[in-house]
């Protein structure tokens, strides 16, 4: 009864977070470069883009901060989710419910955005990620896998030294709105398998998803690898993000 208590615990947990950042972040992209009204406002193309990272960022800072980061340790991501199973913190069962909770909340975040805002998330092509213009596929991938190891590293290296664990959120907002910025136009900054997989399925457009796959699960091996390899890595003491924080 325990271990179905704990399995059900982290399937909620994380099917709530991951369904909160997709939705936050959805909204904000919608919003942000969508919107005629907005985009009145605010012209700079960048400067909009600089938003909807900070959007990102901060629902993840908020989310380890949160009864998610303390209960499950606020992964939202099936890459972060693979590469502490690399690394032994997690067994494929609870693999396989962290990726099943991440992925279904995605899908419910962006079935609850076209519902409100229609048209206006179809003008945006659904937050769908793709290669920017002139970027081929190979190089995508390449960059989506380099964010994603530096995001793992990062998260990897807060949890390794005790001192650090309680600014692991920051480091994870403050890498998020410098990852989203420099990647965005170049393969849409994803880093997260659920982030693409939920407007891929409602687009119906899934020429590009398998960069968005490959790309974060390579940069998880090879985050796993350098904690191993490189003498000024090593393992992470825990696999939750939040797990500073006091317990429920």
Same mark, same amino acid.
């Given at each position: 009864m325990k271990t179905s208590n704990g399995f059900l615990t982290a399937f909620l947990s994380e099917y709530a977070g991951t369904f909160l950042l997709l939705l936050n972040g959805g909204t904000a992209i919608t919003v942000f470069l969508g919107y005629p009204e907005f985009i009145a406002i605010v012209p700079s193309l960048q400067f909009r883009i600089f938003l909807i990272a900070l959007t990102f960022g901060f629902t993840v800072f908020l989310l380890i901060q949160s009864p998610v980061g303390r209960l499950t340790g606020a992964h939202l991501n099936p890459a972060v989710s693979f590469a502490f199973w690399l690394d032994g913190h997690l067994s494929s069962q609870m693999l396989s419910i962290y990726m099943a909770a991440q992925f279904?909340?995605?899908?419910?975040?962006?079935?609850?955005?076209?519902?409100?805002?229609?048209?206006?998330?179809?003008?945006?092509?659904?937050?769908?990620?793709?290669?920017?213009?002139?970027?081929?596929?190979?190089?995508? $991938?390449?960059? &989506?896998?380099? !964010?994603? *190891?530096?995001?793992?590293? #990062?998260?990897? @290296?807060? $949890?390794?030294? &005790?001192?650090? !664990?309680? *600014?692991?959120?920051?480091? #994870?907002?403050? @890498?998020?709105?410098?990852?989203?910025?420099i990647g965005a136009p170049l393969s849409g900054a994803s880093l997260n398998p659920a982030r693409s997989l939920g407007p891929a399925i409602i687009a119906q457009n899934f020429s590009a998803l398998w960069i968005y796959f490959v790309g974060p699960a390579l940069g998880a091996i090879l985050a796993r690898l350098a904690c191993v390899t490189l003498p000024f890595f090593k393992r992470p003491k825990f696999f939750k993000l939040g797990h500073q924080l006091p317990k429920l």
């Open positions: 279904l909340g995605s899908g419910l975040a962006v079935f609850l955005i076209y519902q409100i805002f229609g048209d206006l998330y179809s003008s945006v092509n659904f937050a769908l990620t793709e290669p920017g213009a002139n970027v081929h596929p190979i190089l995508a $991938l390449m960059i &989506e896998a380099l !964010l994603t *190891f530096g995001l793992i590293t #990062v998260i990897f @290296y807060c $949890l390794t030294h &005790e001192k650090y !664990l309680r *600014f692991c959120s920051h480091a #994870v907002f403050i @890498y998020l709105v410098v990852a989203i910025m």
